[in-house]
Every structure is written in C-alpha cells, then in structure tokens.
C-alpha cells in the first residue's frame, strides 16, 4: 500500500527532526521544510533512510513554494513547527521572531485556505507553546480556554499566530488544531536551551549558570511524548480545538540543575567539580508556567517517560552522542543573550 505523505515544517530543529523519526517508525512518508537556521541540523536526520522522506529547504514565508509542495505531495497532515524559538534571542532581536512566527504563519495559511478548497482530507496542527498564557500564580494550572498573557517577544509572537489561526479556523472554517506544549528535553535539542547546556557544562566540567535565584518553575516533557502526543491528536482531536501537552511534572530550575548534576556525577563516577552559579536574570522571566493536560488526557493519551528515566536517557544521548556537540558552532549557543534591555 502507498505510504500517506505528512508535511514538517522546521523538520530539521529539536522537535520537528524527532516528530520526522517517529512517523517515518509509523511508516509514514515525510516532507521536510526547513529554512535551515543556526538551530537546525542536517546531523538530525542524516541516519534516516532517503527513500523515507523528501528535504526541501525553503522559508515558510514563500507562498508560491508551499503552494507547488501541497499541491505536489497533497500531504495527509501538515505539522507546523517551523519557528525562532528561543526566548533569549527574541529579546535581543524580536525581527526573525516577527518574520517566521507569524508572518510565516499567514502564508501556510493562506496556502492550505487554497489547498483546502480541492483537498478536504488534509489537516493542519500548529504546534504551540504554554509560554502563551504567561506567568501562571502557584497552585494554578492553564487550560486551553485560559486567555493568552505573553511576556517576550517570542510567547507574544507564538500567541500572535495562534490567534490568526484560531480566525482562520472561525472564519474560513479551516481544519486546524492548535496544540500548547510545555518545555521539551531529550536528544538532539540545541545547546543554547536549559536542558542540554547543563548536560554539557558537565561533560566539560564547566559551572552551570542559573538564571536569577533559580525560582523559575517550568514543566518538562521528554520530546518523544510530545510527539507522540501530537500524532495522537492528529489521529484523535477534534479540529477547530487546541489541546495543552504537559507531563505535570513540574520544577524550579535550581531543583533541575541540582538532579541533573547528581545524575550526572553518578553516571560519570569520576570527579567533576561543576557547580550551580547564579547570573543576571532574565529581563521579564516569567515565575512559573503549569498546563492542565487533562482535556488530552480524557481523550486517551498517556505520557510514558518520568522526568528521572528522561533525564538519564537524554544524558546517555549527549554522551554518546558528543560529536554531534563538537560540530556545532560554538558562538551560537555560549554567548549570554537576552540581557540588554
Ligand atoms: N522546545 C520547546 O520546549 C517547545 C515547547 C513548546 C512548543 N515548541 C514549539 O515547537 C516548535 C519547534 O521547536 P524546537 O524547539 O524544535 O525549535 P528549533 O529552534 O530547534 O527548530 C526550529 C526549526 O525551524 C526552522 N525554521 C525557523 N524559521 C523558519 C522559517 N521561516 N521557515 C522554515 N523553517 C524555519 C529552523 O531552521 C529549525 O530547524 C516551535 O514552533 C516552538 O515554538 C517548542
């Protein structure tokens, strides 16, 4: 039987090169656009077999391209991951964050307006983030009918196409969900974010800098159930709806740090003298971000990795994985960004 085809924009970044590995597992032919920007990485998809998916680079910003793929490939789903994502950088230079994250939404979906009056069969998820709703006071939890309250460029430009999309699904009575993810870890995501900067200070028996008090409570999902989850959705949801992804469990920086230098330190069994330092904090770093996932949850899905089995594993992945770091460019991930107001 012919494989169906599913488009992914941003196929090349963290979560995009994992969502492209977990439905080519689903056997599943795959189209990948992708800009290529300093976070993507040819390395991510290299081991992938080429008869599994096509790699097109090209600006979600170039209607007439996006077009000719949809009409081409007439893909079963379109996955939007394609953005700027990191929150340091949008505060520096909001102008890429503008251009990708919500202009570049505008053209899919004014091509998949047009695509869509010939094939109805197609769906849209926009893959979003719990950075949307803002600063969330403890004990509370957001839920998808929450309004949106972003505090950095980045969150407000995601909230910007979210918005769009939601009009567009009201108005041009489109087939699009949105899904709102927490903060992702796990193999392959670019050294500039949280997660994999410890693990490699580490490595490299170098401090790890902490951002103000270390307060800052975030909820980390391993990539591999957000991606799950979202084909899931794609399976599952209810079009027009949007759908928060989390994993509850949810934790300070400080208290992060501290767990992953003792998983490290155990792993390595050989001295390391890295230590948690405290720098200048993010201007407008939100406290605290929690979702309520339960509306995904009563839909049937179920995360499978706990933070501690993620953690190990994601560590195991840079370890082993290290030459994937040592091709990197160093100046785009050990530079501090973020703190000029
Ligand atoms: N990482 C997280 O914790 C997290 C959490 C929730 C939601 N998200 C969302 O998931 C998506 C993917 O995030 P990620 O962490 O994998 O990011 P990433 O920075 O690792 O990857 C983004 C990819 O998009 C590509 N890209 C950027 N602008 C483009 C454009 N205009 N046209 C085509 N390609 C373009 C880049 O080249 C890169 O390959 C983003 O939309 C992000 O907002 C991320």
Redesign the pocket.
Known sequence: MKKKNILV??G?????SNLVIELIKQNYFVII?????Y??NMMNINHLNKKNYKLII????NGKKISKILNQFKPVAIFN?????HVDRSIDDPSSFIQ?NIN?VFQLLEQFKKFNKKSKKSKFLH???DEVYGDIPKKKYSVETDSYKPSSPYAAS?AASDHLIKSYIRTYKLPIIITN????YGPRQ?PE?LIPKLIINIINNKNLPIYGKGNNEREWIHVNDHCNALIFIFKKGKIGESYNIGSDEILSNKILAKKILYLCKKKFGKKNNSKIIYVKDRPGHDVRYALNSNKLKKLGWKKKYTLIDGLNSTIEWYLNNFKWVKKLDKKNYTKRLGVKN
């Open positions: 924009t941003g090349l970044g963290f979560i995009g656009v992708d800009k290529k920007t976070s993507s090209s600006d979600i910003n991951l394609a953005a700027e994502t990708s570049g893959i979003s983030t995601k993810c927490s903060n992702n670019f974010k």
